[in-house]
């Protein structure tokens, strides 16, 4: 009976665990981690490696540096693990993807136990994997997938200090949000929202002041950190956080939490809300009719949680900005509380059974939830399975071109600067994308995207010599056909990289491109080294 009991009490973890396996599939079979993300973030891991905790990359904005305005949690736990286990960096973000997966899913499951009872936690859990947010987001080895394993767990516990009138669970999710805050950047501002959101709720639906109480300890721990952070930005101790500082004053909270290979939020188009998952919305919708009958707390939480995402997916609509990310982003934001819905939703299906004769025995009601939990394995199987996750292009207007996982002839880059490279000076190129891979791999630094668009026949070799750059790399692929036949370059916003192109083929050009004091001295399928003699 106490091994029942004591089963039945862990059976939420059973999504986490198939999770786990399923990402394993992908870990195994590709050689590289998911995501041109990932090489960047494993660049910032390998400096604090070589360099400790500091706050300017050396590797890139040559000669300068550039400043890290990154929280660091994420990237040092990719260093720790590699220092301890004398693993190659990439390999440890590779192969921290399963373990970050069923993090998620575990938390997930076990804040919409808390919330709505086992079988509900646990068809949470499934409802996840059977999104194709797991193969487009939760898969990635990012800072911001270690984030949302607090996320929820945040809002439960403040959840849990309103209803329990404790304030030592607000002192809990205050903890939490700091963890967050050291991870990633937007990720703590969308939970300062959402927190925010449900206390205005408390306040209105049931008039509990001391809810103030609860809000004002969920914050007093963070604040007292800001604000010392902030002694410290303008006594000047650590240059480095004036650039989070700076960007606050001059941007305001967008830019400071902005995200690292986006833009300004995006139109969100209905269709993909379908990234959610069939079963999910279907789920959730069920989950949501029987919420807003019942309306007790945790309900009007949950409706609460979903409410304020979907404004922050949409602000755009109000002339606002929000968020320095793409709303499509913001969906894994969504998924968290649609799925707790889903999982409520597919409980009260399970127990709306009995009510009818016919489907009312216990062995009809568990195949129905075995079924789901079979068909929802069964599209996580799909996901993980689709060659597609382990692809990586940019996609505009003059076409596509792969930036991860890295191919055979960045690899020919990382050979040849390995063997002839002068580490004392830079790299300059029209293509930081596969040069940031080379870059972490060779330690040679590179110069600014933005000092490519000087870059002409006629540039003077002071140029050169002032900013340290040895080298010039051109990525053949970025390359188009003018109409007129004229040589020229256009630029491109990559949202995290500029991006040069040529309206020529860039060899048959090389001689109208290069200045006379530079050659050729390797070239390859994709790219050309130029050295400056």
Known sequence: MEITKKFKSLIFIIPAVIAF??????????QWPLSWDAIYQVQYAQVYAQYGFVLTNPLLN?????KISYPPLFDFLIASIGMVTKADLFQVARFIQPFLVMF????VSYVSRKFYGTIAGISTGFLILSSLLLGNRLIFPLPENLALIFFPLAVYFYYHSLKEKSLKYSVLAGSLLIIILLIHQSAPLILFLVISAITVVELIFYRNIHSFKNYGVFLVIPLILLILTLLIFLLGLIPGLTNIFSNILNHGVQEAFSTSSVASSQPLKISSYGNLGVLTLIFGLIGAVAAIKRRQKRDIVILTWIFTIILLINAYIFGINGINSISYRLLVYLLIPVSILGGFGISSVYHKLKDYKRFSSKNFR?????????????????TVENPLISSFEITNQYGSFQIAPPSSSEEDLVNWFNENGDKNKSILSNDLFPLTYVTSQTGMSLASDTKFKYFNKNLSESFFEKNKIGYVVLDKRLSFNSDNGTLYKVEYDGKFYKLFYYSEDISSNINNILPSYMTVVYENNYFIICKVQ
Do not use: M, N, R
Not at 22 to 29: A, C, G, N, R
Not at 366 to 382: K, M, Q
């Open 21 to 30: 396996f399923l990402v394993l599939i992908p870990t195994l079979k590709y």
């Open 62 to 66: 040559a000669p300068l540096g550039q």
């Open 104 to 107: 998620i899913v575990l938390a």
């Open 366 to 382: 568990t195949a129905f939830l075995i079924s789901i939990f079979v068909l929802a394995t069964f599209d996580g199987v799909l």
